[in-house]
C-alpha cells in the first residue's frame, strides 16, 4: 500500500530565501507525481506534475524532481516570497485508476 | 480557477438530516472524484467515477452515497452522519481516471461540513 510521507510538517523561512520541500513515497510503481497548492479555506491548486518517465517540471520559481528509484521528491521554491505562504501537498498516482495518494503536507510560512 | 465549482461552501447539519453536496465541472473532464480533509489527515479518496460509472470506493460508510448523473455533475447525498464526519470535502475532475501519462486532477474549493 502506497504511503506519501513529508517533511517538514510546517517551515517558516524570511523572504527571499530559496527553499526545498519533500515528499517521500513507499511503492516506486507510481504512474506520476504530482504537488498541490492550499490556501486556508480554499481547495488544491495543481502546480507540477512529473510523469514517471520524466525526472523535473519547471514553473517559473518551481522546480519539482521525481526520483522513482530512491522514492522522493522534492519542491524546490527559489526567491520565496510572503505570497508563497500555504500548504503544499504531494500526491503520488498509482493503482487501477490511477488514484492520487496524498501525504500530510508541509505548511510554510514566508515572512516579510 | 473556476473548473470544478462546489455548493454549498459550508453546510452545519444535525445527525438526523439528509443533505446533499453538489460539484459540478466545466472542463469537459470525463473522470470525478470525492476527497474527504480531515484535521491533521491526509486527503482520503472515497469516490471515483469514470464516464458516470463508479469504479472505485474506498470503504467508505453507507451514510455517504454519491451520484454521478452525468460527466459534469456529481452529487454527495449525505445521510445519519456522525461528528467524526465533520471535515472539508472537496471534488476533483480529470480528463479520464486511470492508467499512466498526464492525468493532473483539478479541484474544487471543498465544502465544509460541520455535525452537530
Known amino acids: 500500500k502506497q504511503e506519501v510521507t513529508q517533511i517538514p510538517a510546517a517551515l517558516s523561512v524570511p523572504e527571499g530565501e530559496n527553499l526545498v520541500l519533500n515528499c517521500s513515497f513507499t511503492?516506486?510503481?507510481?504512474?506520476?507525481l504530482q504537488w498541490f497548492r492550499q490556501d486556508p479555506g480554499k481547495g488544491l491548486t495543481s502546480l507540477l506534475l512529473?510523469?514517471?518517465?520524466?525526472r523535473e517540471q519547471t514553473s517559473g520559481r518551481l522546480n519539482a524532481s521525481l526520483d522513482k528509484s530512491s522514492g522522493r521528491s522534492t519542491l524546490y521554491i527559489a526567491a520565496s516570497q510572503p505570497g508563497d505562504s500555504a500548504t503544499y501537498l504531494c500526491?503520488?498516482?498509482?493503482?487501477?485508476?490511477?488514484?492520487?495518494?496524498f501525504g500530510k503536507g508541509t505548511k510554510l510560512s514566508v515572512k516579510p | 480557477e473556476t473548473g470544478v465549482t462546489q455548493t454549498p461552501r459550508h453546510l452545519v447539519m444535525g445527525m438526523t438530516n439528509k443533505k446533499s453536496l453538489k460539484c459540478e465541472q466545466h472542463?469537459?473532464?470525463?473522470?470525478m472524484y470525492w476527497y474527504k480533509q480531515s484535521a491533521k489527515k491526509p486527503l482520503e479518496l472515497m469516490f471515483v467515477?469514470?464516464?458516470?460509472?463508479?469504479?472505485e470506493n474506498n470503504s467508505v460508510p453507507s451514510r455517504f452515497s454519491p451520484e454521478c448523473p452525468n460527466s459534469s455533475h456529481l452529487f454527495l447525498h449525505l445521510h445519519t452522519l456522525q461528528p467524526e464526519d465533520s471535515a472539508l470535502y472537496l471534488c476533483?475532475?480529470?480528463?479520464?481516471?486511470?492508467?499512466?501519462?498526464?492525468?493532473?486532477?483539478?479541484f474544487g474549493d471543498g465544502t465544509r461540513l460541520s455535525i452537530l
Open positions: 511503492d516506486s510503481a507510481i504512474y506520476n
Open positions: 467515477y469514470s464516464l458516470e460509472e463508479r469504479v
Open positions: 512529473i510523469q514517471s518517465s520524466q
Open positions: 500526491a503520488g498516482g498509482g493503482g487501477s485508476q490511477g488514484n492520487l495518494i
Open positions: 476533483a475532475s480529470s480528463q479520464r481516471a486511470g492508467g499512466q501519462g498526464h492525468q493532473p486532477q483539478h
Open positions: 472542463l469537459g473532464h470525463n473522470a
